[in-house]
């Protein structure tokens, strides 16, 4: 699927920054072969290049964070720095794993729409933890809550993932839509078995269990953060070190075989380090259905290239900004805290439903 | 070479390709010439290795392509496909660098700028090289996917019907950039091509294909004769000599 989702070409030179060195016959007075053709009707400006885009970016998350961790501190400065620090480190996982995940995933499966909750990720998520209440009551969910809960239901969510593509792919059927199509099917069922636990709950064990279904950044404790970031540090080392293989993944399968990439096994891997990065996510701080797919579609567009090396650490940084600023917005102007993940959704989900009925196909 | 033995393909128990057992000689240009579905997009992308055979195998200078490194492989074979669609949007020079994956895995070199270069250069996109993709016509977006393959800079390079969408004038060129590549650098063309005037102007074999079986492969002049062409192409097909060529006629 062609996407063109990207802003007019602004800049004059290719994203590779560098011009070739003159071919052979150049001296036949050609003209250099860019800067000869600007298109009138483009401003006269010059955009930055992705490099210095994605540094305002991370120009704009720091003072976000200076600006969160350090204004409006009433009463005691140490614990309220903590706390905020705390919830920080949080942001900065959701912020890395949706967004890591979500472009990834959508550069392997070529498509710009959709995301690995279609996976039935959330689904997965939510079932789990209803199942827990169902089985154990609502008070079980903050008397388990902790390290070895965390790791168990990561284990899960990727063993999950792991034997849905083990399955599909060794199958006859070897075939990406069908995959994302199982995950579409999996996730229905998943939701319906949830709200079928969910009818019979108390009323009580119902609404312990409902503030777990929405992202929350604020109220989690800060023991899991130093493996959340070994983990995040560890995927985003393998992501980062196939960033020109997933270039070459853009082009689609039959492209990226010719161009020597061994195409099947780099799905598999990048599929589990998505899967690793999104139950990592969902586990810390409940599901966020279309957070990573907001920040992937703005990173396509802000970054002006298609280049990984460059789109990867725009989505996180913008990921990480909405939820910095965002949070500090809603904690002092609005005097929400609590929503911010309902309002990133909800845009998110308007921004999805637009360009899934602009575009009319995956 | 590229060898093919009992090369077979086969979706949901129909067989559209073969068995069918052949070779490719090393050197030169060969025309793979067939009427509509009669399976040579098949067997060039199994050459290829883009697309998994029911049963048989291939080989390119003794190599399977199935099993060898994808990288090693990429370095020998470049093909390029009838129908391309890419998730990003990109710039000529952009998708001609790509041609350089297998050697700089990425990171380009001057070298590899160099064959970028001379590859735009080769199919006169040096004018377009920054434009994007959806930014051009059709013909001129054909040659920079040729361009890309030809970046690669591969022993054997096989494309699927690379004068797609050319003019008059692009198709001469391509075919003479061509032959100049398998003449001067030793290249192993193989191409998918509709016209057969084309084909018999300017390669040096034909492999004709019909209903999944290879009918004939042979030299110009042992294929450009009346009772081949008509059988091949099922139509009543008279060759003349033109200038001193097998010229087909087929309007009647
Ligand atoms: N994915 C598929 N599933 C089922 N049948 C297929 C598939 N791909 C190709 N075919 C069938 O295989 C046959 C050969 O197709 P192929 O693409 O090789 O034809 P071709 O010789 O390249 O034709 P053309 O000149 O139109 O490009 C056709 O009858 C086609 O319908
Ligand atoms: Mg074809």
């Keep these: 699927m062609p996407v063109s989702e990207q802003p007019p070409p602004a800049e004059p030179q290719s994203a590779t920054g560098r011009v070739a060195p003159a071919s052979r016959r150049g001296d036949r007075g050609e003209p250099p072969p860019s800067r000869c053709r600007r298109r009138p009707r483009l401003p006269r400006f010059t955009a930055p290049p992705p490099g210095a885009r994605v540094a305002i970016v991370g120009v704009l998350v720091v003072v976000a964070a200076v600006c969160y961790l350090l204004l409006f501190i009433r009463g005691s400065f140490q614990f309220a720095f903590d706390r905020r620090l705390t919830t920080l480190g949080t942001m900065v996982v959701v912020a890395f794993a949706h967004a890591i995940a979500t472009v990834v995933f959508q550069t392997v499966t070529s498509n710009r729409i959709l995301t690995p909750s279609i996976m039935g990720f959330d689904s997965l998520y939510v079932m789990m933890q209803t199942a827990m209440v169902f089985v154990f009551g609502g008070s079980a969910l903050a008397r388990t809550d902790g390290l070895p809960k965390l790791v168990v239901q990561t284990v899960l969510m990727v063993l999950f993932a792991v034997l849905l593509y083990r399955w599909l792919f060794a199958g006859r059927f070897a075939n990406l839509h069908l995959l994302l199509l199982v995950g579409v099917v999996l996730g229905l069922a998943f939701e319906s078995l949830s709200s079928f636990l969910q009818r019979l709950l108390s009323p009580t064990d119902y609404d312990m269990l409902s503030v777990r279904l929405f992202g929350r950044m604020s109220n989690s404790d800060g023991s899991y953060l130093p493996l959340a970031f070994a983990v995040c540090l560890v995927v985003g080392a393998v992501v980062w070190h196939r960033r020109h293989r997933l270039d070459t993944l853009l082009l689609g399968r039959d492209t990226s075989v010719g161009l020597g990439v061994d195409h099947k096994r780099e799905l598999t891997v990048l599929l589990v380090l998505v899967a690793v990065l999104v139950a990592f996510a969902t586990a810390l701080a409940g599901p966020m259905t279309f957070f990573g797919f907001l920040v992937a579609t703005l990173a396509y567009q802000l970054t002006g290239t298609h280049e990984h090396r460059h789109v990867l650490p725009m989505a996180f940084l913008l990921g990480l900004f909405t939820l910095v600023a965002g949070q500090f917005l809603m904690q002092h102007v609005f005097y929400a805290a609590g929503f911010l993940t309902v309002i990133i959704e909800f845009v998110g989900g308007i921004v999805f439903l637009v360009l899934l009925l602009r575009k009319g196909t995956l | ?252």
């Design chain 2, 1 to 252: 070479m590229i060898q093919f033995s009992d090369l077979h393909k086969a979706y949901q128990g129909d067989t559209v390709l073969g068995p069918v057992t052949g070779a490719i000689e090393k050197g030169g240009i060969t025309s793979i010439v067939g009427p509509n579905g009669a399976g040579k997009s098949t067997l060039l992308t199994m050459m290829g290795r883009l697309l998994d055979p029911t049963g048989g195998r291939v080989t390119i200078e003794g190599r399977d392509v199935f099993t060898t490194k994808s990288r090693e492989m990429a370095q020998q074979l470049s093909i390029l496909r009838q129908e391309n669609q890419f998730t990003a949007r990109l710039r000529v020079r952009e998708l001609v660098a790509f041609g350089r994956f297998p050697h700089s895995q990425g990171r380009l070199t001057e070298d590899d700028h160099r064959h970028v270069g001379e590859a735009l250069e080769f199919l006169s996109l040096t004018q377009l090289a920054d434009r994007y993709l959806d930014q051009l016509s059709g013909g001129q977006r054909q040659r920079a996917y040729v361009a890309m393959v030809l970046a690669q800079d591969t022993d054997y390079v096989l494309l699927d019907e690379p004068l797609n969408n050319l003019d008059m004038k692009h198709s001469v060129l391509m075919m003479r950039q061509l032959r100049r590549a398998a003449d001067e650098l030793g290249r192993t063309i193989v191409l998918i091509i509709h016209d057969i005037n084309f084909a018999a102007a300017h390669s040096d074999r034909i492999m004709a294909l019909r209903d999944g079986e290879i009918v004939t492969t042979g030299t110009i002049p042992e294929i450009m004769r009346d009772e081949v062409l008509t059988d091949v192409f099922d139509t009543p097909v008279s060759v003349l000599e033109v200038d001193g060529r097998p010229v087909a006629v087929y309007y009647s």
